[in-house]
């Protein structure tokens, strides 16, 4: 079966706001509204690239371009943290 | 630049200025102190505006804290906001009421960074003002909760919402005038028809908004409502500034400027433009609405207005700066007047007893006493104000105001 691709939902927007970036709900988003979650460097990074359609394997693929990985923890990393936002409806599976 | 601003308001006409365009190489002025600079600029509510020019200066660490806290204090409202006038806006249409947001994020959208527009309220016109009723039920449906106060009566009513934020909810567009024919038009004007709203997404929020030729008008007659009755802040001048940086439609501006005339505004709309242009950097070039011409503003489709004088404009932009320097409530500050002269006060008293007071002031006989009441408030506010001053200063201020106001009807437009 072949890997999802996932987008970031239109319910959510990301923003700059003074010095960090802040995921901020714009549409029915029950619990989450009227709330802003600050974002960090990973996550900003993961919203960023699913903004278009992308496997969470792009995403490390991506990742690993750009950041190196001492530790080798880059892959869970975004794998856990990709999980989050789907759970929370944060990115949505394109259909 | 002149010598009527200090070094401290330079440079801050300067951060503004840096703020509004992609200009790399905007001038430095000198001896400033940042402390200053940074103090108007917070009483002004604009930090967040120029957040990105101001955080390259020598601030301390207290002042960088209180510049990320106003940031995030300011986006936080405006999603707040935004997110709850789109709720209430939804509740209307679905019983049938249209209306539109004003102010806000219908202004903010175009600002480099909207969510750095300061907003502390929910402004809302109803489209037909016949439809208050109706909507008054729709809000208490929903949990809101009117605030009584008769000074509202005959402009707009204020709400309080479910999670604290205040609703203005407009009858009509701005506090009457004393010009019959001038709060005519606007309210037959601004009876507005559905093809009239604009539906416009601002950071994934849909609202209803003003087309560009009304909402033009609007934050023109807000300026004016605001100069005469108290002054108003630098925020207002950064909102036209915002507006016209940008392609505006040929069609828009003509209603825009047709509405103007129609309402005698022509040269407060020329101080107003020549003052952005001059000193808070409405662009001359590529990409804005507007330029100069010798000594006239125009855009593709002909004259815009005359380009006011630069001692006017300084004159109206000290006032501006004057207006919020040590964070004065804007509510608080002394009126301008029409004229000048005994009766030109006695006049303007009469005006703010109606506005003040729309029912009481029906029965004559209760005017005297509700004159006695408005002069007492004005005496103590401006008191306040302007740190204990004697009555006579007190007065010749409202004539240093009143004598601009002059200035300004006098200029061409």
Redesign the interface.
């Known amino acids: 079966m072949a890997e999802p691709k996932y987008v970031t939902s239109s319910d959510f927007i990301l923003r700059e706001i003074g010095e960090e970036y802040v995921l901020v709900p714009v549409g029915d988003v029950g619990d989450l509204e009227n709330s802003m979650i600050s974002f960090n460097e990973t996550y900003t990074f993961i919203w960023k690239q699913f903004e278009t359609p992308a496997t969470v394997s792009e995403v490390i693929e991506v990742a690993r371009q750009e950041y190196e990985d001492p530790e080798g923890l880059m892959e869970r990393h975004i794998r856990e943290a990709s999980e989050e936002l789907v759970k929370r409806s944060i990115i949505k599976a394109v259909e | 630049m002149n010598n009527i601003f200090s070094k401290n308001e330079i440079r801050l006409l300067e951060l503004i200025t840096g703020s509004f365009s992609d200009n790399k190489t905007e001038k430095k002025a000198a001896g400033y102190d940042i402390k200053e600079v940074f103090s108007i600029a917070l009483h002004h509510g604009i930090l967040p505006v120029i957040?990105k020019k101001i955080k390259e200066e020598d601030l301390s660490g207290e002042e960088r804290e209180i510049?990320?806290a106003s940031?995030?204090t300011t986006?936080?409202d405006f999603?707040?906001l935004s997110?709850t006038a789109r709720r209430i806006t939804s509740l209307f249409k679905k019983e049938g009421i249209n209306a539109v947001i004003l102010k806000g994020a219908s202004i903010a959208r175009f600002y480099p960074v909207p969510?750095s527009r300061r907003s502390k309220d929910i402004d809302i016109l109803l489209a037909d003002p016949e439809n208050v009723k109706k909507a008054e039920s729709v809000l208490i449906e929903a949990g809101f909760k009117r605030t009584e106060k008769e000074y509202n009566a005959n402009h707009h009513e204020v709400w309080g919402t479910p999670?604290n934020h205040v609703l203005e909810l407009h009858t009509i567009l701005v506090e009457p005038f004393d010009d019959k024919g001038f709060n005519d038009y606007i309210n037959k004007r601004y009876i507005l028809r559905e093809e009239d709203i604009l539906h416009e997404k601002v950071?994934?929020?849909e609202l209803p908004m003003l087309f560009d030729d009304r909402l033009a008008f609007h934050l023109l007659l807000h300026m004016m409502m605001d100069f005469y009755r108290h002054g108003f802040g630098l925020k207002l001048l950064c909102d036209w500034v915002a507006f016209w940086n940008r392609d505006v439609k040929e069609d828009q501006i003509k209603n825009f400027l047709s509405d103007v005339e129609k309402c005698g505004q022509k040269g407060f709309l020329s101080v107003v433009t020549s003052t952005c242009i001059r000193y808070l950097g409405l662009k001359r070039e590529n990409g804005c609405t507007l330029n100069i011409d010798n000594d006239k503003i125009i855009y593709a489709g002909g004259t815009f207005c005359a380009l006011a004088d630069e001692k006017i404009c300084e004159d109206f932009l000290y006032d501006i700066i004057d207006t919020e320097r040590n964070g004065k409530p804007d509510d608080e500050r002394m009126v301008a007047m029409k004229n000048t002269g005994f009766m030109a006060l006695v006049k303007e008293f009469h005006h703010q007893t109606k506005l003040y007071y729309p029912k009481a002031s029906k029965a004559i006989i209760t005017l005297p006493v509700l004159y006695v009441i408005v002069f007492v408030r004005f005496l103590i506010n401006n008191k306040r104000v302007r740190g204990g001053a004697k009555l006579s200063s007190i007065v010749k201020e409202a004539d240093r105001r009143s004598r601009l106001l002059r200035r300004i009807n006098e200029t061409e437009g």
């Open positions: 957040y510049l990320e940031v995030k986006a936080s999603f707040n997110m969510e999670d950071l994934g929020i």
